[in-house]
Structures are given as C-alpha cells and as structure tokens.
C-alpha cells in the first residue's frame, strides 16, 4: 500500500548540490580573475626603497667627477646649503669618508680679524701655535665637521663659560674647497647662537 523504501550506502551516489549553495559558489572565472587583480597590483614602497638607492648609487658615483655634486656635499657638511629641504633630501647620502674635513676651534677671530688686537711679541716663543695664537683645538674630521658644537662632548668641552667661540671649517676633495667660519656667541637669555661671518646675522 505504502509501497517500499529503499535506503542505499553505495559509495558512488553523487549528491547534488542545492539550488541555494548554487548561486554561493564562485565561478571558476571570477576566481581567476580575483587573483590575477591581486597579482598585478604594484609593490610602491619595495619600488620607491629601489629608487632611492639607485638615486644614492649614483650620486656616489658621479662624486669623484662632477664638481656640481661635490660642492652640493661639501656645503651640506659646512651647513650652507640653499635650504633645509635639499639638505634634507641628501640625509640618505652616507656621510662617512668624504673628503679632507678639517676644524679649528678658537677663542679669538681668525687671523684675518687679529690686526692690531694681539702684540705678536706677547707669544710664547715656545708655544707650538704662536704663529696662529687663539687657537684652541684643531681636527680632522672624515664627516660633518660642524660637529665639533653640534655634539653634546664639544658643547661642553668648548662652551663651558660665555666667551665667544669661532669655528674654522675647510674641506678638500680632488680640487675643490670650501672654507666657513662660524661666530658662537650667547645672546641675552643665554642661548647659543651660530652664525656664518661670511653672511650677515639676520
């Protein structure tokens, strides 16, 4: 009457999906798609960080013969470039082992400034800088020579009482060169001021 039920276990019985999963299942295409929008999607940082050191290699190389790149570098180590944002822009540049950086600290002006200041008969005969009186320490510096006051050990090697400081720079490199002074003096609230004596103070 109610006729038979028949319960199969066989193995090779192929379910078919239902009509709701059907229209939930990515399609092969789309798939495809998807992930070839993935892969074409450029890497912009990985992109930029080449770019960046081909700029530098280059910059490198184009240094020991191209004298528009060595004055840019040796203003950037005597602080004198065109703005803070080209200053900047060289940061990734390595500093170290670039050219013949020497500094000579002082405690009275260059020598072209001593004119009738100081009676040469008044130097030590013995005194190793009697030819260049003043003088208080010179180096040699492979990078930034400027550190001599902008490091922590010269501020309070050379700075210690408020008496102006004068600070000599000059770098070297295959002909070309550069020569800054800077004048330290303390103004009214006792904050330290660098100038270049070549420029006017604003």
Request: with cysteine.
């Amino acid at each position: 009457m109610w006729g038979t039920f028949e319960y199969s276990t066989r193995r090779d019985v192929v379910q078919r999906p239902s009509p709701s999963n059907i229209f939930h299942r990515p399609s092969p295409m789309n798939a495809s798609a998807k992930t070839s929008t993935l892969r074409a999607k450029p890497d912009w940082g990985y992109r930029i960080l080449l770019a960046i050191a081909a700029i530098v290699a280059g910059w490198l190389l184009l240094m020991p013969i191209c004298p528009p790149v060595i004055r840019s570098t040796m203003q950037r180590f005597h602080l004198r470039t065109p703005s803070f944002a080209w200053w900047a822009i060289q940061t990734p540049i390595p500093a170290m082992y670039n050219f013949k950086n020497t500094t000579e600290v002082r405690d009275l002006p260059p020598e072209g400034e001593l004119a009738g200041l100081i009676d040469p008969l008044w130097l030590s005969p013995l005194d190793e800088d009697a030819a260049k009186p003043g003088i208080l320490a010179t180096r040699t510096i492979n990078h930034y020579p400027a550190r001599e006051f902008t490091f922590a050990n010269g501020r309070v090697r050379y700075l210690q009482d408020e008496s102006p400081r004068w600070l000599v720079i000059e770098s070297h490199y295959r002909g070309e060169s550069m020569h800054s002074t800077y004048e330290l003096t303390r103004d009214d609230v006792g904050n330290w001021q660098m100038v270049l004596a070549e420029e006017p103070a604003s």
